[in-house]
C-alpha cells in the first residue's frame, strides 16, 4: 500500500527548520513557536459535531514550491517576511495516506477489500496555527489526541465522532485513531483528515510541504515582505492569499473530487508507480473502452462518466470556431487520454495519486506542452474549456500545458492575472460570454476551503 516515507534526513532537516524559525520569530513570543495553547489542558472526551469557525476576516498566506519539500531557502525567505511583517507562522505537512477501514465499537462501517486502501488527503499543523485559523473547538481536539475529519469525507463513509480510523503508516503498521470532530470543509481548508504533527509523525508523514502566516499588520505590508526576500513574483514558487481573486485554474481537492467522481479502493501496482482500482468503481464510472469524445475532433479516450458530456462539448465548440486544428487529435490518442491509474509524477514520497486516476483529466498535445516546459495550447481553446467546466495545467506551479482537468464548475468568468492564457473580459475564448473583474461570491471561503488541499500534487 501507498503511503508516506518516513524519512529521517526529513525530520532532521525540519528540525533544523524549527530552530531558525525560532530564533527569526524571536519577537513573536509563543504565536510563532509551535507552543499548545493554554488553554487546552482539558480532559479527554470526543467532542460532539459541531462547526468550529476561525477568527471573522483572519487572513492567511499559503507559501509552497515544486517538489516535495519545502526548500530550506523558501522557508527561511518566508520566515523572514512573515516576522519583518510582525506575522504568526507555522511549517505544515501535506501528504496522502492510506485507509483500510472506519470502525464502530465491533462492526466495520466501511472496509477496503483485502490488500486495497482508500485514499486520503491529510494535512499536518501545529495546534498554534490550529486555534486561530481553524477555531478553539478544532485544536481542542486535536490536543486530546482525536483527530478531526472534513464533512463531505465523513459523509462518503458514513462516518461519526467517535469512530474509529484504522491508517497505514509508512512502516506497514496500523495506526488507529478515534474521531473527535467533523468539522466544515471550508474551516479545515480542504483536507480529509486533519492532524497534529506528533500525530503524522506517528504514520511516518515527516514532510514539510508548506508555510502558512496570519496575523500581520496589512496585507500591504505582508505583500513588501514577501517582495522584499525575493519570494514574489518567483516561478518556483506559490503564494496563495485568502483574499485574492479566484483563480480559474485553481483545482478542487480530493473530498470534493470523491464526491463528484466516486470513491474507489487501490493497491500498488509491482512497479510501485501504477496503481490497481476495485472493479466495481471501474464498471460504475468508466466506459467499457475508449470512446470518441467528438465527431468534429475523434479523441477517443475513457474518461469518467460524469464529465464526458462536458468533455464533448468543449471539443465540439473549439471544433464550432475553427479551433479543431490546435488540437492534436493524433497526439492525444497515441499519448494522451484520461484514465491512467497511477501515482502523480512529481509528489514523490507523499503518494498522491494522479487525478488521471479518476479519469477526471485529459491530456492532449503533449509534444508541444510536455509537463515543466512552457507552455503552448492555443488560449482560446484553453477558455473554452473553461467555460465547459476544466482547469488548465499551463498555470499549474509546475506547468503541464497538455492537462485538462475536470472541475464541475465554469472557469472562464473570473478575471485573474494569470501568467498563460487569462480570461478575457466579456468574451470566451471566441464565443461570447460574461467576465466579471472582481472576485466571485465567497471567493475568500472558496480560497480558504482549498488552502490546505494538495497544494497542487493532485494534478499530473
Request: hydrophobic share 45%; charged share 15%.
Amino acid at each position: 500500500m501507498k503511503t508516506v516515507n518516513r524519512d529521517h534526513p526529513q525530520r532532521k532537516r525540519v528540525l533544523a527548520l524549527a530552530v531558525v524559525g525560532a530564533v527569526l520569530a524571536t519577537s513573536l513570543g509563543a504565536a510563532a513557536a509551535g507552543d499548545v495553547l493554554p488553554s487546552l489542558s482539558t480532559a479527554a472526551d470526543v467532542t460532539a459535531q459541531a462547526s468550529p469557525v476561525p477568527a471573522s476576516g483572519l487572513d492567511v498566506v499559503n507559501i509552497y514550491n515544486r517538489g516535495t519539500a519545502l526548500a530550506d531557502d523558501v522557508a527561511a525567505a518566508a520566515v523572514a517576511a512573515a516576522t519583518a511583517s510582525r506575522a504568526a507562522w507555522a511549517f505544515g505537512r501535506g501528504s496522502s495516506i492510506s485507509m483500510i477501514a472506519v470502525r464502530r465499537g465491533g462492526a466495520a462501517v466501511q472496509q477496503a477489500p483485502g490488500g486495497f486502501s482508500y485514499p486520503m488527503s491529510l494535512s499536518a499543523l501545529p495546534l498554534n496555527a490550529i486555534g486561530p485559523l481553524m477555531g478553539r473547538d478544532v485544536a481542542r481536539v486535536l490536543a486530546n489526541g482525536f483527530i478531526v475529519m472534513g464533512r463531505t469525507t465523513a459523509g462518503l463513509r458514513g462516518a461519526q465522532v467517535g469512530d474509529n480510523v484504522d491508517l497505514i503508516a509508512a512502516d506497514g503498521a496500523v495506526v488507529t485513531f478515534t474521531i473527535g470532530l467533523l468539522a466544515d470543509d471550508a474551516v479545515i481548508g480542504g483536507t480529509e483528515i486533519l492532524v497534529t504533527p506528533e500525530q503524522a509523525d506517528a504514520l511516518g508523514a515527516t514532510t514539510v510541504t508548506r508555510i502558512l502566516a496570519w496575523g500581520f499588520d496589512s496585507r500591504d505590508a505582508m505583500n513588501q515582505q514577501l517582495a522584499a526576500v525575493g519570494l514574489d513574483p518567483r516561478v518556483d514558487v506559490r503564494i496563495r492569499r485568502s483574499w485574492d481573486p479566484f483563480d480559474p485554474d485553481s483545482q478542487i481537492g480530493m473530498a470534493e473530487t470523491k464526491a463528484k467522481l466516486g470513491e474507489f479502493a487501490f493497491r500498488v501496482q509491482a512497479n510501485g508507480a501504477d496503481a490497481s482500482l476495485t472493479g466495481d468503481w471501474e464498471a460504475g464510472h468508466l466506459p467499457p473502452d475508449r470512446q470518441v469524445l467528438s465527431a468534429a475532433i475523434p479523441i477517443k479516450a475513457r474518461c469518467n462518466l460524469a464529465i464526458t458530456a462536458d468533455l464533448s462539448a468543449a471539443l465540439d465548440e473549439v471544433a464550432a470556431v475553427g479551433l479543431g486544428g490546435a488540437i492534436d487529435v493524433g497526439n492525444a490518442n497515441t499519448f494522451g487520454g484520461c484514465f491512467y491509474p497511477r501515482f502523480n509524477r512529481l509528489s514523490g514520497n507523499l503518494g498522491i495519486l494522479s487525478r488521471h486516476t479518476w479519469a477526471q483529466a485529459l491530456d492532449t498535445n503533449t509534444t508541444s506542452n510536455p509537463q515543466g516546459g512552457t507552455p503552448h495550447m492555443n488560449c482560446d481553446v484553453v477558455r473554452i474549456f473553461r467555460k465547459h467546466n476544466f482547469v488548465w495545467g499551463g498555470n499549474f506551479l509546475t506547468p503541464d500545458g497538455m492537462h485538462f482537468e475536470w472541475v464541475g464548475t465554469r472557469r472562464d468568468q473570473y478575471l485573474y492575472p494569470s501568467r498563460y492564457c487569462p480570461n478575457v473580459p466579456g468574451a470566451t475564448g471566441r464565443a461570447t460570454g460574461p467576465s466579471t473583474s472582481v472576485a466571485p461570491t465567497g471567493a475568500m471561503s472558496l480560497n480558504r476551503a482549498t488552502m490546505l488541499a494538495d497544494d497542487g500534487f493532485g494534478s499530473d
